[in-house]
């Protein structure tokens, strides 16, 4: 049973993690062989306050790039 932690910052709509979600099973169907029921996914989110890049937290570089 392959099992996925994606892991990311927050701010994602559920839509778009839904479908994140399905294209990775898929691929794992497709080339792992797998039965898309083994297949468990898990999102790992954290507040962009929580993350950093470059010296940078993600609220500082959200920021920056509006200007």
């Known amino acids: 049973m392959p099992e996925i932690t994606v892991s990311m910052a927050a701010g994602r709509t559920e839509e778009q993690k839904l479908g994140m979600m399905r294209d990775i099973t898929q691929a794992l169907v497709k080339n792992l062989g797998v039965d898309a029921d083994a297949v468990v996914i ?26």
């Open 42 to 67: 898990q999102i790992n989110e954290a507040p962009l306050h929580h993350k950093m890049k470059g010296g940078k937290s993600f609220v500082e570089r959200a920021a920056a790039a509006k200007k």
